[in-house]
């Protein structure tokens, strides 16, 4: 890690996830300086977790020569619906035995220094537009691709919360108002079931039962498992349904882009998370943003489609502790 020209004061980023934590330290630019991950082992309680959020957080201080008397603050981000203000998870589906959990300040008292609490996705949004592709704009809509859909929304250096902390839950957008396709949160016809990782899996397996034809089936005859890389990687090679499906995944989320443009107007909307399809470093991915900035001119106003800045999100998954500590920065920073 880069630990040359560093700007204090420091801070300390968390990013919780249902498998893995990862923490990291970085300056008052953004520029990390030592991070860590450990496993969340989260089915053993949130006790448990809050230990493995300090052993990473004191790792990655360690890595950057920093001690708990350096640090300015911590910022914390996790999944699920929570009381921001009042830093309570509420019931988080992927951190199971952790509901009703006062884990910002339970984090704060065992680490011993002074604790924000932030949604996941709102960090990862806040740690592009300090840090990332978007440190240039005003504005951003931030959306994460992967098993569902997550989306943060950043204006000015203020983040989107809403009054019950549930702003920008984006990926739940009603696309289909008739017979949709059912998610996962028992809605029917929202952005996440049709354009969430589960979703395109289900749509390749409902083709596939039609009768359509693909390197897909090989794969699966041969024991694998279908999952969106085993897709991607068939695209890759030429498939037309695969190819299909995920060009289909774009023109999905740019109605999903469309419709949150026309409410916010960012300047610049960002994809990140795991489903982006190998980004701008690959055919496919450059392909995928394309289709997506394609569907926004169809669709969007002629002043919102020509101007907004549509790409991909660079700070990979570093997003997540870069944001959460930069939401420390905002509320301690000098």
Sequence with gaps: MNTQNRQPPFYVGIDVGGTNIKAGVVDDSGTPLGQSSVPTLAERGPVVGLENMVRAAHAAMGQAGLTTHDVHGIGLATPGTMDIPGGMLLDPPNLPGWNDFPIRDRLA?????????????????????????????????????????????????????????????????????????????????????????????????????????????????AGGELTPLVIAECAEAGDSLCTDLVLETARY??????????????????????????????????????????????????????????????????????????????????
């Design 109 to 221: 008292e065992m680490a011993g220094i002074r604790t924000v609490l932030q949604n996941d996705a709102n960090a990862a949004a806040y740690g592009e537009f300090w840090a990332g592709r978007a440190r240039e704009a005003r504005s951003l809509v931030f959306w994460t691709l992967g098993t569902g859909i997550g989306c943060g929304i950043i204006i000015g250096d203020l983040i989107l919360e809403g009054a019950h902390s549930l702003a920008a839950e984006c990926g739940h957008i009603i696309i289909e108002m008739n017979n949709g396709r059912l998610c996962g949160t028992g809605q029917y016809g929202t952005l996440e079931a049709y354009a969430g990782a589960k979703a395109l899996v289900a749509r390749c397996r409902e083709a596939l039962a039609q009768g359509k034809t693909s390197l897909v089936s090989q794969r699966l005859a």
């Design 253 to 334: 989320m740019g109605v999903g882009t469309t419709t949150v443009m026309h409410t916010i107007n960012p300047e610049m909307v960002l994809f990140g998370g795991a489903m982006t399809f190998g980004r701008n470093e690959r055919e496919l991915g450059r392909r995928f943003i394309q289709e997506i900035r394609n569907e926004v001119k169809k669709r969007a106003f002629p002043i919102p489609a020509a101007k907004t800045i549509i790409d991909f999100a660079s700070l990979g998954s570093d997003a997540g502790f870069i944001g959460a500590a930069g939401c420390a920065r905002l509320k301690w920073g000098e």
